[in-house]
């Protein structure tokens, strides 16, 4: 006969407003093998779990059912507490009479059965429940940072200082991401490259990163503590460890006139290139479809230039298979492709360019040295047009949302345009100005009051083309929806940054979750910021969502600490809710008949082959065993099996029965 | 012959004759007989929707529903802001069933909702394109400047017609004709629409500002496919050129009549003589005329490259 509590958590009014508690509890402790049942304000709360504890000690409970939340954020609370009095904590279960029922229905009598049900029928799972112990499993202290950006440079010096390694992984030919790209960085003005090249040459000197740059994540196995990766190296074309860098190759190589995309297609570079000056690691690449030797058959240049013999026509991309124990995404994001933009010529217009390329422009490395000249014509600009919210915050274009950094860096262009062109009057066409941040708000004063930039409220509607200006309409809407004409020689467009081009596939390929604009999503907004649903994948700058730099660095910290805290265990411990094959004393050992379908439907490779032998080391019987360690407990094989030797610990066949035996038996 | 209803609306009839008159002679052409709904009334327009939201909605629901009565499933209207009104009542009853019921109940009929309706665009694209090409016998070889206006491509929410800031569909189709669609700014402004009696001046500065554009940007002729756009663009030439203070002499075409020229229909059956400002054409350097068949289909390809 149980002995089994039943408590029945009020939740404050979430439950109790719809839901009569102390009924639930007094019909529910009126329940065969039901020997204590009471309800409480905050089961959750030091006193709830107290009376908790109590109950199981005065009452010798062997069973206990929180009638209360989703089991996702309590369960772990209430386990903890059972073990604390004494009682194997897989003997407790949670009821979910919130998400399941005071929430979705309204106060009624009938509401409060249907919680009773709920309580019912928890009541007889508990019944055959087992008592379990956790699986512990080792923990692999290498960590994966996909993306080399410098959220995930960051990371990855955060990790490695601790004394973890680390895996970098860069699909681009250098480490460095968007950072790189820009010019000055707002609030203070100061050189991007200039704070970023130390961090990129202390990613590719740190004895304990490995960085595998023009190389991509190609599949991801296991679980936390426990990932297999298999990367995939895509072929420089290079033999690394003899190149020296020199860089004759790229300035021999005939072919010249490909876009450059690190400079947002402002400047040419050639096929073998290194993307930029202060690139790392600083050897080039072989881009294979703009090579002449590729299409054409012929050139190879490059490799009787080269000094070293480093060029490798036939290298083949190379896979690289690394077990690695947490994985920390970095993967930066993307800003919207020109077809968004009809209505502002965006892609028709040379001269109305992106944010990006307007940062080459000002760059001192970039395709004009660092003096603004338009893109069609190289003449200075003299009046210039930065659109914010271009395409963010627009319903018509899909994108709801604020992509955050523009406000900052369009206030940014002003003020640089404004310091290299001082004739030159600086546009702003704003929705709203959002210059939440430190130092922020006065670095917007500083563009509009000591730069004067012209701050105009409104939007753009449409931008043509005339006699080589650009003609911007739009509205003044301070001024009563005043129309404004403007004929700019540049416009600047602060693009809506999204999710970065591959990211659905790759949240798919290492299972995490993503929003509908597929950026990774967090396990959940406030509390748990950096960490995604699947344990021990973490979440690092602007792959989550728009983030300036400050915060992708705190980020990517966050994400280091959780891993480092990881790495602290030698073993990590799981639910031990995996599935087991029976097993039967001698001459039958077990229902199992060894046809192994269970096997290949496995989506984990946790089912094994045992044999079973006699004295003599003869084989009597094969029979299928299930790797704990590997095991997520889905059940794919308890459905299968033809004989029922699978069961699953904590959801067996015989439980799932008695809790819809229990709900028909009312 | 395929069978297309046709709703006419009040401008078939009256101002824009000659629209109706090309696109039952191109569809003629093409083996399309256009059937008129019958008893049809008006969609309600600008009025309607001012002044009483049920009215808005009974006009073109009774429209529909006389279709479905007919058994016809596509509508073609050629003017855009009776497909705007149209579409819009459509779209609105479709996502409120209440709404559609008592809107039922107010015209008596019986409303289901399963007419399509298209605009001249999408009824040349659906039964017309694909043998377009073959037809076209004089290509009509002058930079057109495709003027879209507002009620043919807005709410794109609801209509989901072509791309809304930067339309193409109607270039398209001066290309397949022979011609040569110009890159132009104003595709998609203002003309000044029912301006045009109440505040005559507002609509010279707004059709003035189109045509200027057009013409700056070398169009000899511009194309459009409303009504109302054709009568700001045309029969207000003489308030827009006293407000630019030029002399704007292209004309204004249907792109009905358009297509109509391409497959040798002759210019009065198209109405061509009905429009205010007279229908000609720069006189092109005659090169290979004299040779008939063969340069005519080479020239129709080399502009459609172009």
């Not at chain 1, 979430?14 to 639930?24: G, Q, R, Y």
């Not at chain 1, 936390?224 to 190296?233: D, E, L, P």
């Not at chain 1, 190759?249 to 400047?267: A, D, S, V």
């Not at chain 1, 430190?438 to 753009?460: C, H, L, S």
């Amino acid at each position: 006969m149980s002995r089994i509590g039943v408590f029945v958590c009020h939740c404050g009014e979430n439950i109790s407003a719809t839901v009569n508690c102390e009924k639930v509890a007094k019909i529910t402790g009126e329940l065969k093998g039901v020997e204590f049942a009471t309800d409480y304000k905050y089961m959750c709360s030091d006193p709830g779990q107290t009376l908790i504890k109590e109950a199981i000690k005065e009452h010798k409970l062997d069973g206990v059912v929180v009638a209360a939340c989703s089991p996702r954020m309590h369960e772990p609370t209430f386990r903890k507490a059972c073990a604390e009095a004494g009682l194997n904590p897989f003997l407790c279960e949670m009821s979910n009479i919130r998400e399941h029922c005071s929430w979705v229905h309204p106060k009624d009598d009938l509401t409060t059965e249907k919680a009773q049900d709920l309580v019912r029928v928890m009541v007889e799972k508990v019944k055959k429940n087992k008592a379990l112990n956790s699986i512990k499993v080792p923990v692999t202290k290498t960590a994966l940072v996909i993306g080399g950006g410098i959220a995930g440079i960051q990371a990855a010096l955060d990790i490695a200082n601790c004394g973890h390694k680390v895996v970098m992984v860069e699909r681009q030919p250098s480490i460095g991401g968007h950072m790189s790209q820009l010019s000055e960085t707002f609030p203070t003005l100061d050189c991007s490259q200039c704070i970023l090249t130390p961090r990129m040459v202390e990613v590719a000197q740190h004895p304990n990163i490995t960085l595998y740059t023009y190389a991509e994540v190609e599949s991801v196995d296991g679980f936390i503590g426990n990932f297999n990766v298999k990367i995939r190296k895509k072929s420089k074309s290079l033999d690394e460890d003899l190149c020296t860098g020199c860089g004759l190759c790229t300035t021999k190589c005939p072919q010249k006139k490909i876009p450059n995309e690190f400079e947002r297609g402002l400047g040419m570079r050639p096929a073998i290139y290194v993307p930029f000056p202060q690139a790392v690691p600083n050897k080039p690449v072989i881009d294979r479809e703009n090579c002449t030797y590729y299409i054409k058959g012929k050139c190879k240049v490059c490799e009787i230039v080269c000094p070293t013999k480093a060029i490798r026509f036939d290298q083949e991309d190379e896979i690289i298979e690394v077990p690695v124990g947490a994985i920390v995404m970095a993967t930066g994001f993307d800003v919207l492709k020109p077809d968004f933009f009809p209505e502002y010529g965006y892609g028709k217009y040379k001269d109305v360019i992106d944010g990006l390329a307007f940062e080459r422009l000002a760059s001192a490395s970039g395709p004009t040295q660092g003096e603004i000249r338009r893109p069609s014509d190289g003449q200075i600009p003299k009046k210039i047009v930065f659109v914010a919210c271009a395409g963010s915050r627009d319903p018509a274009k899909g994108i709801e949302y604020c992509s955050k950094i523009c406000c900052m860096y369009t206030a940014k262009h002003a003020m640089l345009y404004k310091h290299k062109v001082h004739d030159g009057i600086p546009y702003v066409f704003y929705m709203d100005i959002r210059a939440g941040g430190k130092n922020y708000e006065e670095f917007v004063r500083r563009a509009i009051v000591e730069d004067e930039t012209q701050y105009i409220r409104g939007r753009i509607s449409t931008i043509y083309e005339k006699n080589g200006k650009l003609i911007v309409k739009g509205a003044d809407t301070l001024m009563g929806a005043m129309p404004v004409e403007i004929e700019a020689d540049m416009v600047v467009l602060a693009t809506a940054g999204v999710a970065n081009h591959g990211a659905e596939e790759l949240a798919q390929t290492v299972h995490i979750s993503y929003d509908p604009y597929k950026f990774f999503a967090e396990a959940h907004p406030k509390l748990k910021p950096v960490e995604t649903n699947t344990a021990g994948i973490f979440l690092a700058g602007a792959c989550q969502a728009p983030k300036d730099i400050p915060e992708s660095v705190a980020a990517a910290s966050g994400a280091a600490v959780k891993v480092a805290a990881l790495f602290s265990q030698d073993e990590l411990t799981r639910d031990p809710l995996v599935a087991v094959v029976s097993r039967q004393a001698p001459p039958v050992y077990s229902q199992c008949v060894g046809c192994f379908l269970c096997q290949s439907v496995c989506p984990y490779q946790a089912i094994e082959r045992e044999e079973i032998k006699n004295r003599n080391g003869e084989v009597i019987k094969t029979l299928a065993r299930v790797n704990e360690g590997l095991c997520q407990g889905c059940g794919t094989c308890v459905a299968l099996c033809r004989t029922k030797a699978i069961d699953i610990h904590g959801y067996s066949n015989q439980q799932v029965y008695t809790e819809v035996m229990a709900l028909l038996n009312d | 012959m395929i069978k297309v209803g046709f709703y006419p609306g009040c401008s078939m009839k009256g101002g824009a004759q000659e629209y109706q008159e090309s696109v039952s002679a191109l569809a003629k052409v093409f083996d399309i007989e256009l059937v008129e709904i019958p008893d049809w009334n008006c969609c309600g327009a600008t009025a309607a929707h001012n002044m009483s939201k049920e009215l808005s909605l009974s006009l073109p629901a009774r429209i529909m529903a006389l279709a479905e009565k007919e058994g016809i499933t596509d509508i073609v209207v050629p003017c855009a802001a009776c497909y705007n009104r149209l579409s819009l009542v459509k779209h609105e009853m479709a996502g409120d069933p209440s709404l559609s019921s008592k809107i039922a109940s107010i015209i008596d009929m019986k409303y289901e909702g399963t007419t399509q309706i298209l605009n001249i665009i999408q009824f040349i694209d659906k039964y017309i394109t694909d043998r377009l090409e073959e037809k076209v016998v004089k290509p009509f070889d002058y930079k057109s400047a495709c003027y879209y206006g507002c009620l043919l491509v807005r709410p794109h929410s609801v209509l989901k017609f072509d791309r809304v800031e930067d339309p193409q569909s109607m270039d398209v189709l001066v290309k397949k004709a022979g011609g040569k669609a110009i890159d132009w700014a104003f595709k998609t402004e203002c003309c000044g629409a029912g301006m045009s009696v109440s505040r005559t001046d507002t609509v010279a500065r707004l059709s003035g500002n189109i045509m200027k554009d057009a013409v700056d940007r070398q169009a000899e002729v511009v194309v459009v496919a409303c009504p109302m756009c054709h009568s700001n663009l045309d029969m207000r030439r003489p308030e827009i050129n006293k407000f630019l203070g030029e002399k704007i002499d292209i004309p204004v075409l249907y792109i009905s009549q358009v297509l109509g020229l391409a497959v040798g229909l002759d210019p009065k059956t198209l109405g061509l003589n009905r429009h205010m400002t007279e229908v000609k054409f720069p006189a092109k350097p005659v090169i290979e005329a004299p040779v008939a068949e063969v340069p005519k289909k080479v020239s129709t390809t080399q502009n459609m490259e172009a």
